[in-house]
């Protein structure tokens, strides 16, 4: 049955698809709390909100703060339906480069932080016996890509810490729903040579609220992904090598 969510976490909101899901979200009625680390963003996004919300600078590196800050967000907003997790950075990178630092900044924030979040949210929404967690992966985590060693992997984990949670707490109730979006148009790509079936970030969040709603479990944004990514999965490897991907 599609839910309907009254008070919701979006960590990742002052920017790109977590922007458009506050505002969608809000525009529905639900309060939501608005997670990053700029400020200023985060305070104009609520002011447009039709619901208003409640800001919290955070840095999803910072791994320690994010039970008592999970706790707070919560007594704020009168309790906690749905948390939405879609801080990522995708650092550039040259196809031959080696870059072990930025390929740890993005471990951390694409995978640690959901997991120091997601972690949170399961243990409340497995007693409550209902909620939902979501995360932004990508159509990047389906093949290792040379341009992008650590964005594919770290969407990869994603993926597959999404399952496990979900096979930890659906049993309870809860819904963990994996996004799986193709090329969306926001900051994140801003300046990147034109990519197919681009989507923008109110189409990418409005696929991803209603697939919450519903509990979905893994879906493709655009669904032209699904079939394009059983495809390219198909590849063998020593094709797969020689494609410029
Ligand atoms: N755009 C695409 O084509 C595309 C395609 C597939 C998947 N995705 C995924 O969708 C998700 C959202 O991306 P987007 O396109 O909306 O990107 P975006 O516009 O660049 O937004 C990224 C968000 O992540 C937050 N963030 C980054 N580092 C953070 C940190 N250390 N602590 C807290 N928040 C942090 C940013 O907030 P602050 O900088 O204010 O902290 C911002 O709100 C990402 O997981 C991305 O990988 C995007």
Known sequence: MAKTFKQAIVVGASSGIGAEIARQLAATGCR????????????????????PGKVFIHDVRQYDEVPALFQ????????????????????????????????????E??????????????????????????????????RGRRGMLSYAASKAATDSYMESLRNRVGRYGVRVVTIKPGPVDTPMIAGMPNMPFMISAGVAAQRTITAAQHGATTVYVPFIWRPIMGVIRLIPSFLFQKLNL
């Open 109 to 142: 924030v694409n995978v640690l932080g959901l997991m120091a979040w997601g972690h949170e949210a399961a243990q409340r929404f497995k007693t409550q016996g209902e909620g939902a967690i979501i995360a932004i992966s990508s159509v990047a985590a389906d």
């Open 72 to 107: 707070q967000i919560c007594r704020e907003l009168g309790g906690l339906d749905a948390v939405f997790y879609t801080a990522g950075i995708l650092p550039r990178q040259e196809p031959e480069e080696f870059d072990f630092a930025l390929d740890k900044l993005t471990v």
């Open 32 to 51: 939501v709390g608005l997670v990053a680390r700029r400020e200023e963003e985060l305070h104009a996004l609520n002011r447009s909100l039709a619901t």
